[in-house]
């Protein structure tokens, strides 16, 4: 490159940084004000809707639409115990970021609750209520519970409900067996009303109808019930000030929540819906501001607040400038390289673009009087599980992060100082690696007593909570898991690492849904070279993760209850007498696409072979998630001697061990 081109190369640079500056001081700009409007009406849930009410209504656990009466049903049929959700599928906004005001809604419905003619009135248990949700396919807990909160993530479920509750909970602070509840976060109710005093009896069996009101600007919330007739009571049975915006993200999922008790079953109906809600917003003035220079001059002033004047500026300049050439050098020889090679191969598969990791943030050596601080001195609350090897800590650092911290037994290492060695360098190896699908650690400590992983904190739980709790998880969202964790483990092989730990466990959920794999297992070996080691761990890895495809597909964990099947075994039975369909986890109910599940199914079996006879690598699971590449034949019935992996290494770890007859 010509000194010409270098010079042009640093004016550009120069300019563009200037102008990016400029406009990231500006102020964001926000155009007009804008209302906007949701409706919705549902006059009932007759069959003759049903088309189109089955896109807009998501039906979970034992709700269901009742043709008899055209109404939604919580529980479906005779059911104790049981907890059902009807949500309105698409999200609905609620809130405005900007003037942090909730918005204003206006909902009426007609319920019913009926008994079965076995039990008597006044012993009925269970309610209804309406619910505003941050997401539409959990089913929070049965019982007294009411189908409301949410298991997976206790601490963070934002909720906002309205209980129409039948049944007395002392210690829920219940006032009596026939009350309407204000809940907000909590199964304990702000304000709870004694229904009675209006003449109501919420199970008598008649059709009641309830208003709702809220005016975001006033915080007022009232509250009206009366026979299904279409005129609002003189006399609401709440009306007060009520601040809904903590409990609020901008777009929520409104819709019923019901549940029945042990002994007791009280079908719980709605017969009719209407909604309307108006919140404000802003129209954004586009900006020429761009992510990228935020996050620079974010970082200039994080590290370097005391010298921020104009001669770093142009030396960072000079560093871009320096970066951008060998970057384009690299690229130039990469690029010729790649050209040779894909010339002279046969098969054409086009290298599928992995995503840009996000900025580094590297990882570290933390010491130890900074993990003790974050862990309140490894206090006991801190807890947030353990295992033979390890104890896990939910730590939070000095600038406000929240982090995960898993603390080795001493113990474990005290056979092999070799092993901690190499663990060690595992650590630091992963921390160097970035993926969107990979917990990143944050960092270590190794000390002569300890030995410590930080990892980042993943707010919204692991995938066991989603999978074998309450919670109903769309067959859309697990395909996701099965992809996202598939990427994960395909990046990590690449860089000739292995993960060593796949189970549901160590699968996390972010806010937005994406599954990250975390909790390395870093199973040691010093008995082998590290580069056969991470070969032999890597196809380890494709077993365990075509396990965890049974399970996410099933819904059921891998260990058989006694007298079960275990689910392996289960699925190659399923398999050879083509029944795989069955094997799909049925609460999913009508939102599955059958298809499509079997055929993930099928990969996920592949991965069980023997290694010599047919298991893929994480790349080829990749292409066959993506339809990249057609997934071959499965044997028709199970290969009769089937290891996990040749046995010679004698590197086993309990489930994938064991042959399978
Ligand atoms: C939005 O609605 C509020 C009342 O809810 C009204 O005062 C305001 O003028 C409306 N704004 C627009 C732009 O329509
Ligand atoms: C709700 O109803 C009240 C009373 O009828 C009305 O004043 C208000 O504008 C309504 N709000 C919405 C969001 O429709
Ligand atoms: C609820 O109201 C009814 C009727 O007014 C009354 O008899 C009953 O004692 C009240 N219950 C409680 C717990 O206040
Ligand atoms: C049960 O409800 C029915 C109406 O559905 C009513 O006629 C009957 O009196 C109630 N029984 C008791 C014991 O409250
Ligand atoms: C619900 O909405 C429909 C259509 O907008 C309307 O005809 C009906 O009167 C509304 N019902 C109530 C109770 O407001
Ligand atoms: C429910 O039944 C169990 C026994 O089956 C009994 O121990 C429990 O007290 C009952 N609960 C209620 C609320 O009746």
New binding site residues.
């Given amino acids: 490159m010509h000194l010409q081109n270098l010079l042009f190369l640093f004016i550009i640079l120069t300019t563009t940084h200037t102008t990016l500056t400029e406009s990231s001081n500006k102020k964001t700009n926000s155009g007009p004000e804008i209302n906007i409007t949701k409706h919705l009406s549902f006059l009932d849930f007759s069959p003759k809707n049903r088309i189109t009410n089955e896109d807009m209504i998501t039906l979970l656990g034992s709700a269901a639409v009742s043709t008899e009466k055209n109404c939604i049903q919580i529980p479906e049929n005779n059911l104790q115990y049981s907890a059902g959700r009807a949500i309105y599928s698409s999200p609905t906004r609620l809130f405005d970021p900007n003037t942090r005001l909730p918005a204003s809604f206006n909902t009426t419905f007609s319920f019913q609750f009926?008994?079965p003619s076995d039990t008597?009135?006044?012993s009925s248990s269970g309610g209804l209520s309406f619910i505003i949700v941050p997401d539409e396919f959990t089913v929070g807990r049965p019982g007294p519970w009411l189908g409301m909160m949410n298991d997976a993530c206790e601490d963070e479920y934002k909720v906002v409900a309205i209980e129409f509750d039948s049944r007395m909970n002392p210690e829920f602070g219940d006032p009596n067996d026939n009350h309407v509840g204000i809940n907000l976060g909590s199964i304990v109710s702000e304000t709870s009303v004694n229904v009675s005093d209006f003449g109501i009896r919420l199970n008598?069996?008649s059709v009641h109808r309830a208003w709702i009101m809220y005016d975001g600007h006033s915080k007022l919330l009232e509250i009206y019930l009366g026979p299904d007739e279409t005129v609002l009571p003189s006399k609401a049975v709440y009306s007060g000030n009520i601040d809904l915006s903590p409990y609020l993200n901008e777009y929520m999922f409104i819709g019923f929540s019901g549940s029945t008790g042990n002994n007791h079953t009280q079908f719980h109906s709605i017969c009719s819906w209407n909604f309307t809600s108006v919140s404000r917003a802003f129209l954004r003035v586009p900006s020429t501001e761009s992510c990228e220079s935020k996050i620079t001059v974010e970082n200039n002033e994080d590290h370097d607040q005391n010298i921020h004047s104009k001669t770093p500026s142009s030396f960072y300049v000079f560093l871009a400038v320096l970066v951008l050439v060998l970057t384009i050098l690299i690229n130039l020889y990469f690029n010729g390289k790649r050209k040779a090679k894909s010339d002279s191969d046969e098969v054409m598969v086009v290298p599928k673009e992995k995503q840009r990791p996000g900025p580094p943030n590297r990882a570290r050596k933390f010491g130890l009087a900074e993990i003790s601080s974050a862990t309140r001195g490894f206090g006991e609350l801190q807890i947030l599980g353990s295992d033979s090897r390890s104890v896990t800590y939910k730590g939070s650092l000095l600038n406000g992060c929240n982090v995960v911290i898993k603390r080795f037994s001493r113990q474990f290492f005290s056979s092999s100082a070799s092993d901690r060695r190499i663990m060690c360098k595992e650590v630091k190896a992963i921390g160097k690696i970035r993926h969107p699908n990979l917990v990143p650690i944050r960092g270590w400590c190794f000390d002569r007593e300890e030995t410590i992983v930080v990892y980042d904190f993943v707010p919204n739980g692991s995938l066991d909570k989603w999978l074998f709790g309450f919670g109903v998880l769309p067959w859309s969202r697990r395909f996701k898991v099965v992809k996202d964790v598939a990427e994960a483990l395909s990046y990590l092989h690449s860089k000739d690492l292995a993960h060593k730990n796949v189970k549901p466990s160590s699968v996390f959920i972010d806010i937005s849904f994406r599954a990250i794999l975390g909790d390395f297992g870093f199973v040691l070996s010093s008995s082998e070279s590290t580069r056969f080691e991470s070969l032999v761990s890597q196809k380890v890895d494709v077993f365990e993760f075509g396990i965890l495809v049974l399970e996410v597909i099933s819904g059921r964990g891998r260990k058989s209850k006694p007298g079960e099947l275990d689910l392996l075994d289960l699925a190659w039975a399923m398999h050879e007498r083509d029944e795989k369909a069955k094997l799909v986890d049925r609460r999913m109910g009508q939102v599955v696409n059958p298809d499509q599940a079997v055929r993930v199914l099928e990969v996920g079996l592949m991965c069980t072979l023997n290694d010599n006879k047919g298991r893929p690598n994480m790349e080829e699971v990749v292409e066959y998630l993506n339809l990249e590449r057609r997934v071959p034949e499965l044997p028709s019935s199970r290969p009769v001697s089937l290891f996990p992996y040749s046995s010679t290494t004698g590197l086993c770890s309990g489930y994938s061990c064991a042959p399978f007859k």
């Fill in positions: 009926q008994n008597s009135n006044s008598d069996g």
